[in-house]
């Protein structure tokens, strides 16, 4: 079964508001890949994993109906609560257990989600509910990131990968599936017309206070937390306070780019 690691209303809450949306790059591979598939944009698509409905919402105005599911009920509670189009709802249940029938949907995707699932029942799943002719495809942002502001770019990188090396030691095992950038996942892909696209770049805008809210949105953050609440806290206190004296700057707000290299494994299932 999926793994539940952010199933409290604080982590949810974190989720939707520091998390961001698949990036405008990655987002133009994936409908690329489906219109050349040729996939009908009108039907019905289901962004497995979507936590608090960043990408679920994306999809709306790309298909006729879309469904968004999580294994927690607290980030499904998160993504009604935020704003959404009429063609979107969402439900709770596993990845490997969804809710439809046998060739009933044209398009299902998971966004930083994938590697929570238990691979091999979710793609059995992929290949019940999938069309002829359906697509898949499964993204997450990799472990390399990167700050940039005015002419202390590099040296916010260099903060930035020191307090994610630290948060490393907290690292589910799942996680190493995102270290190997979704070699397994794209293997386990059961389709013949599959690819893995591994160099998807953009740059998302966001202030300091921004970065520090998605170190808290991290699993391995929250794992800290659990296990040492006070050094967790203290870690970013001094990440934010590092970032700040580098940029010589007194406001959290003051507004920074975080480079992102995304990977997407796409799948596209034979009559």
């Known amino acids: 079964m999926a793994v539940r690691l952010l199933d409290t209303q604080y982590n949810a809450d974190s989720y939707q508001k520091y998390r961001f949306s698949p990036s405008e790059n990655l987002q133009s591979v994936i409908f690329s890949y489906l219109e050349e598939k040729k996939v009908n944009p009108i039907r019905l698509a289901v962004d497995v994993g979507c936590g608090s409905g960043q990408s679920t ?3 709306a105005a790309h298909f006729e109906k879309v469904v968004g599911t999580d294994i927690s009920e607290a980030q499904i509670e998160a993504a009604k609560q935020a704003a959404s189009f009429p063609n979107v709802s969402y439900h709770v249940c596993p990845a490997e257990e969804l809710p439809f029938e ?5 398009f299902i995707t998971a966004f930083t989600a994938a590697h929570w ?3 091999p029942r979710f793609m059995k799943e992929v290949d019940r ?3 002829p002719h359906g697509c898949v495809a499964l993204s997450t942002y990799t472990t390399d990131f990167s700050m940039h502001y005015k002419d202390c770019s590099e040296r916010l990188t260099e903060i930035f990968t020191e307090t994610r090396d630290l948060l490393l030691e907290y690292a589910d095992e799942k996680v190493k599936l995102v270290f190997a950038e979704y070699k397994e996942v794209f293997e386990s892909v059961p389709f013949q017309d599959k690819r893995r696209v591994t160099q998807i ?3 998302i805008p966001m202030s300091v206070s921004g970065v520090i809210g998605l170190f ?3 699993s391995m953050y929250q794992a800290f937390l659990r296990s040492d609440p006070e050094a967790a806290k203290s870690l970013l206190q001094k990440t934010e306070q590092r970032f700040l004296d580098t940029m010589g700057v007194c406001s959290n707000e003051t507004q920074v780019e ?3 290299r995304s990977v997407s494994v796409l799948g596209c299932k034979g009559p």
């Open 258 to 260: 975080i480079g992102i």
């Open 117 to 119: 699932f238990d691979m």
């Open 216 to 218: 808290q949105s991290f």
């Open 129 to 131: 509910v999938l069309r």
């Open 201 to 203: 770049l953009d740059k």
């Open 57 to 59: 919402r994306v999809l």
């Open 102 to 106: 046998d060739g009933s949907v044209d």
